[in-house]
């Protein structure tokens, strides 16, 4: 089965967890017969891993069709005609590659990816995919600037794939003819993983949370936990910030944060890295702060790398951790709360170490990336062959 991908390109240009979502997804539908074709923004990491593993691919801009929240549209109006024309010729571009390499079905792997791909596939009357991980809005400020286009292709696609249940309520909210189908991501334990450890044994404690660093991420409240922890309860703790460019406004406020408070012992900020395992693999706690996470690759990673995950009680968090079977919830915008529980592990090594266990198991059985090729396959052939799903 030849299939042809829209793929997005990261602000960072680095291997986010969508794009390693994306590649670890292909390295198990190739087995299955899957002939991937792939349509990019630009040349960056994942077009070097393309190139790797001998998968054909097409670079040319496609800009996504986005207005913040706060921004005032009708400022934007030129500027979305000028991409909308860049846009056209992209179209013909995907089209003729598409069609050239005798694709049978299109799969949208972001709604960062826009909407070329959907046009391109109702070009070549193919059905098509729209992979939705994201709420735009809530967890990026984004918005379509052209609503009724994007509810149209979206809402029109042979299937809408929803990573978690809370972004499937999303959808079904706002495309209530969609047909959607929730799929999990998946990740590779083999290469996430690490081997069963004990934690808590040793000082300091370590504490980590990955991402992009940004007001949706919410690092600012691991950094207030760690200073209740570290001024209040007297703990000795080390938290991690992983994925710190030191660029974004928002970063310099927290590093100045840090400076000001005197916190530079127990807050380390640490540059984005492809392989972030290297600092989680070595620390006792994971943390997911987010306002609304679509699903937490991040949270399961942690899970997979036996530490004891806490997440915030919104978005898709909740459908990960069991609070108080393989890890914590905590109330979002409280980092006492926060801090409290990270302060109960601390306290209760071998109850801690229990969850970790229990959590690094739950993620192993269900959250595998072969799991989730053999889900994404079926629904593949299903549509191949003019099912509605």
């Not at 070329?116 to 193919?126: N, S």
């Not at 400020?141 to 009724?148: D, Q, R």
């Not at 000001?260 to 706690?285: M, N, Q, W, Y």
């Not at 937490?296 to 990673?301: H, K, L, Q, W």
Request: hydrophobic residues 40%; contains cysteine.
């Amino acid at each position: 089965m030849k299939v042809g991908y829209l793929v997005e390109t990261p602000v960072e240009h680095r291997l986010t967890g969508g794009s390693r979502s994306f590649l670890d997804l292909l390295e198990q539908l190739v087995p299955l017969g899957v002939e991937p074709f792939v349509a990019v923004h630009e040349p960056w990491a994942l077009t070097e891993e393309l190139e790797k593993r001998g998968i054909p691919f097409i670079t040319t801009k496609m800009y996504r069709p986005f207005v913040g929240t706060e921004e005032k549209a009708r400022f934007y109006r030129i500027k979305y005609l000028v991409k909308t024309l860049i846009n056209a010729v992209s179209r013909r571009r995907v089209r003729s590659f598409f069609r050239k390499s005798g694709v049978e079905l299109i799969h949208v792997n972001s709604q960062f990816c826009g909407v070329v791909g959907a046009q391109v596939a109702r070009d070549l009357k193919l059905p098509y995919v729209y992979h939705i991980r994201e709420y735009l809005s809530s967890d990026f400020g984004v918005e379509f600037y052209n609503k009724k286009q994007a509810d149209r292709l979206i809402g029109g696609a042979s299937a809408v794939v929803a990573i978690s249940s809370s972004i499937e309520e999303f959808v079904r909210k706002k495309y209530p003819a969609a047909r959607v189908e929730r799929i999990y991501n998946g990740l590779n334990a083999e290469k996430v993983g690490c081997p069963d450890t004990v934690r808590f044994r040793e000082e300091p404690v370590k504490i980590v949370i990955v991402g992009r660093v940004a007001d949706a991420k919410n690092q600012r409240e691991a950094i207030l936990a760690t200073e209740l922890l570290v001024k209040e309860f007297h703990e000795n703790v080390l938290l991690y910030v992983v994925g710190y460019l030191g660029k974004d406004p928002y970063e310099l406020e927290l590093a100045q944060y840090v400076k000001e408070k005197g916190l530079s012992e127990a807050v380390r900020f640490v540059p984005f890295s492809d392989d972030p395992g290297s600092i989680t693999h070595t620390c006792d706690i994971g943390l997911t702060c987010s306002v609304r996470e679509a699903f937490g690759r991040v949270t399961i990673e942690n899970m997979m790398a036996s530490l004891l995950v806490i997440g915030s009680n919104t978005g898709g968090t909740p459908e990960l951790i069991r609070d108080g079977e393989d890890g914590f919830l905590y109330e979002l915008g409280n980092p006492r709360e926060l801090a409290e529980k990270i302060r109960w592990a601390i306290h209760h090594p071998d109850e801690a170490n229990a969850l970790l266990s229990a959590g690094k198991k739950k993620a192993e059985e269900t959250f595998s990336i072969q799991h989730t090729a053999q889900q994404v396959f079926a629904l593949y052939q299903r549509l191949s062959e003019g099912k509605r799903i």
